[in-house]
């Protein structure tokens, strides 16, 4: 165990910990019903994988390796992105670059992304990993293998998880379909994950690694905020068994890898889509707010993420700075709020301690597009439970905020820098 340096904020971050997972608690759908075994191997499962990453040395070295890899498959995806875009794909500070652009510099590489883990999926690899970590969690915490193979999913790919648990579907508890939500707003799939090594490499020291790690994290932590805000009060039908991965079914390699980047095509049109739309509304918001009460939303907003900064163990100074990117993130996604933190970060404006909580807080698809995302992506494999979708869904992207801070939380804990 690495020598470490434990302070008043560890502590504070422990406490936040407990704290968030009481505010869950308090606005339960059904307090009596709470599934304690859960909460309990969730929050251990947390606080391990945490210490282990954060203070052993094997841990350290295998988050080093894990954000070396995947910066270094970055770079091999830019070959493809240079040679369409050529200069305009080269980044800052290379003299050949010609600035930073959104559109060729870190949006492609999600195409590379997206085709590299659909081979993986092809070749059976991704799903006997995604299978593995399904089976950790319904024999620890005892939720039903269609929650666990779902929520493992996660944290690999998006919302097209759901393909993979499709025959469970119609016959799922509501808290289930909750736990879903829950899961599929706490984390990233991996090839979002890609843009935000793209504006955090440099800025963040192993950006990509704990990327990586916040993302793990958040699958125990969305099950611990979603069975605390929607306990079961069921039976589901895949309890006590985890079924098998449900895949796309390509015909070969080539075909995978084609569906894969036709998949990153899509998802790029719909994130250019939600920030020009979001963007825009709330820049018309701030007009107004401006107009009435010389005060922006992401400001009003940020004073209500205040005390959770402050539980997630972030010093007093920098409080106002990460509240601000988690109110920006519920209404603007997380990709605005990852562009800010790399510039005040770049900038000084914010302290390491605080911009590394921030990196594993934001790590998570905690707002309002991506409620709408999430119902239409699933009520396209099971029309008939569209209106338990939305029934569950504000309740989730509650879950999902609370359980995403959980995960700041824990890097709070676990970080002596």
Not at 63 to 79: D, K, S, Y
Not at 121 to 136: G, N, S
Not at 278 to 293: K, P, R, T
Not at 354 to 369: E, K, N, P, R, T
């Amino acid at each position: 165990m690495a020598e470490t340096n434990v302070t008043i904020y560890n502590l504070v971050s422990l406490a936040g910990l407990f704290g968030l997972m009481a505010t869950a608690w308090a606005v339960s759908r059904n307090r009596r019903n709470v599934n304690w075994r859960l909460i309990v191997w969730a929050t251990v499962l947390q606080l391990a994988f945490g210490l282990f990453v954060f203070q052993s040395p094997v841990g350290r070295d295998a988050l080093w390796a894990a954000g070396q890899t995947i910066v270094r498959l970055i770079a091999l995806g830019n070959e493809g992105v240079e040679f369409v875009f050529g200069n305009l794909a080269i980044s800052p500070p290379d003299r050949r670059s010609l600035g930073f652009f959104l559109i060729f510099q870190g949006f492609p590489v999600i195409i590379f992304f997206s085709a590299f883990m659909a081979l993986l999926y092809y070749l059976r690899i991704l799903p006997a990993v995604v299978r593995a970590f399904a089976w950790v969690f319904a024999r620890t915490m005892r939720v039903s293998g269609a929650e666990a193979l779902y929520t493992a999913g996660q944290i690999f790919t998006g919302v097209e998880s759901a393909t993979a648990i499709r025959p469970y579907l119609l016959k799922m508890t509501d808290s289930e379909l909750h736990a879903l939500m829950t899961a599929g707003l706490s984390t990233v799939a991996t090839n979002i994950l890609a843009l935000y090594v793209a504006y955090l490499t440099g800025v963040v020291e192993d950006a990509a690694g704990h990327l990586m790690a916040a993302s793990v994290l958040g699958a125990p932590a969305a099950l611990v905020a979603a069975k605390l805000v929607w306990p079961e009060d069921g039976r589901p039908e895949t309890m006590g068994h985890v079924p098998p991965v449900h895949t796309a079914g390509h015909s070969s390699a080539t075909d995978a890898v084609i569906n894969g980047a036709m998949d990153g095509v899509r998802l790029i049109v719909g994130i250019v889509a939600l920030l020009i739309a979001f963007l825009g509304l709330l820049a018309v918001a701030n007009s107004l707010l401006g107009w009435l009460a010389n005060v922006q939303l992401e400001t009003l907003l940020g004073y209500a993420f205040r005390p959770f900064a402050l539980m997630m163990g972030v010093p007093w100074d920098d409080a106002d700075k990460v509240a601000e990117l988690l109110g920006t993130r519920t209404i603007a996604t997380e990709v605005v709020s990852y562009n800010r933190l790399a510039a005040w970060t770049r900038d000084g404006l914010i302290g390491p301690r605080a911009a590394l909580i921030s990196v594993y807080a934001l790590c998570g698809f905690a707002h309002v597009a991506s409620v709408a995302i999430y119902i239409g992506g699933t009520a396209a494999l099971v029309p008939e439970r569209r209106k338990d979708l939305a029934k569950v869904a504000w309740r989730a992207l509650l879950a999902g905020t609370i359980a995403s801070m959980m995960t700041g939380a824990v890097a709070g804990v676990c970080y002596t820098g």
